[in-house]
Nanobody
Framework: QRQLVESGGGLVQPGGSLRLSCAAS????????IGWFRQAPGKEREGVSC????????YSVDSVKGRFTVSRDNARNTVYLQMNSLKPEDTAGYYC????????????????????WGQGTQVTVSS
């Protein structure tokens, strides 16, 4: 029963904020690099942000840098994505994923290999 479960998505106006959570059960997140990915209808999956096992290193793609912040609370076995200044182009299903086989960075976010995936939470940014 090893699972990642995302929550916190919803409908927001442009400029609004959301905080997504990725809660793990059956696995200990401090063993894993955690990534956030998103996919809009008709679009390829896009890596957004990642965080290292200890939470001391993060990486975000340019399109969200300065607006999104990834963090983790290993004691609570949870990873967060704080999303500020949301834009319509941020509309997508957001997924968290974990891997014990890659470091957080651009290369990881452009890869497809992960050990576990959540089922996603929808973020819609619209007026």
């Amino acid at each position: 029963q090893r699972q990642l479960v995302e929550s916190g998505g919803g409908l927001v106006q442009p400029g609004g904020s959301l905080r997504l959570s990725c809660a793990a059960s059956g696995l200990t997140l401090d063993y894993y690099t955690i990534g956030w990915f998103r996919q809009a209808p008709g679009k390829e999956r896009e890596g957004v942000s990642c965080i290292s096992r200890a939470g001391t290193s993060t990486y975000s793609v340019d399109s969200v840098k300065g607006r999104f912040t990834v963090s983790r609370d290993n004691a609570r076995n949870t990873v967060y994505l704080q999303m500020n200044s949301l834009k319509p182009e941020d509309t997508a299903g957001y997924y968290c994923a974990s891997t014990g086989r890659a470091l957080c960075g651009r290369a990881y976010l452009t890869s497809i290999t992960n050990d576990y995936w959540g089922q996603g939470t929808q973020v819609t940014v619209s007026s």
